[in-house]
T-cell receptor, first 113, second 111 residues
Framework: GESVGLHLPTLSVQEGDNSIINCAYS??????FIWYKQESGKGPQFIID?????DKRQGQRVTVLLNKTVKHLSLQIAATQPGDSAVYFC????????????FGQGTTLQVKP | DGGITQSPKYLFRKEGQNVTLSCEQN?????MYWYRQDPGQGLRLIYY???????QKGDIAEGYSVSREKKESFPLTVTSAQKNPTAFYLC??????????FGEGSRLTVL
């Protein structure tokens, strides 16, 4: 069946360093991928998305990389700040346009001052 | 401001009681979704609705029910048939082809 997973449950980085959060997915037919940030006790916030016809997309301080060959997705955060501390989820948009997302288990990013 | 409003934020329930979680959006989105989140876990889809008066089961629909009588509203009822209802419940909505927006969540605890 479909599944989305993240490689590490927790990532600890120094303030100012770059962060890389990884995610693996299993459905090779997936054509839409999204990264969300969730702060404690709040709903997830959209960070960035990418479609399968791209392998890289950049936003403000964030970059998403998609490697369809190995079914791997990563989120890079440049110059990590204390406000970036949160749980990060990758999600896969399944085939069709129902808007259903399959979420990974999340990586907790801890930023050390 | 446009957004998704979930209420209540915290809810306590005795075993055997049904409870209803409210979700209202003023984003004019056609589709709405309910997800469940357990500690340390990702989100799992309970129910979704793409248009008014229509909804489909997600991956974990057993013990839950929904209605979609208005475009703006998608309430979720957690019934007594749900064996382990304590969780964080998230409502979301999206326009056709757009990104998914989430509410702030409702935390249900069964006593």
């Amino acid at each position: 069946g479909e599944s989305v997973g993240l490689h590490l449950p927790t990532l600890s980085v120094q303030e100012g360093d770059n962060s890389i959060i990884n995610c693996a997915y299993s459905n090779s037919a997936s054509d839409y991928f999204i990264w969300y940030k969730q702060e404690s006790g709040k709903g997830p916030q959209f960070i960035i998305d990418i479609r399968s016809n791209m392998d890289k997309r950049q936003g403000q301080r964030v970059t998403v990389l998609l490697n369809k060959t190995v079914k791997h997705l990563s989120l890079q955060i440049a110059a990590t700040q204390p406000g970036d501390s949160a749980v990060y989820f990758c999600a896969e948009g399944g085939s069709g346009n129902t808007g259903k997302l399959i979420f990974g288990q999340g990586t907790t990013l801890q930023v050390k001052p | 401001d446009g957004g998704i409003t979930q209420s209540p934020k915290y809810l306590f329930r005795k075993e055997g009681q049904n409870v209803t979680l409210s979700c209202e959006q003023n984003l004019n989105h056609d589709a709405m979704y309910w997800y469940r989140q357990d500690p340390g876990q990702g989100l799992r889809l309970i129910y979704y609705s793409q248009i008014v008066n229509d909804f489909q089961k997600g991956d974990i629909a057993e013990g839950y029910s929904v209605s979609r009588e208005k475009k703006e509203s998608f309430p979720l009822t957690v019934t007594s048939a749900q064996k382990n209802p304590t969780a964080f419940y998230l409502c979301a909505s999206r326009s056709y082809g757009g990104e998914l927006f989430f509410g702030e969540g409702s935390r249900l605890t069964v006593l």
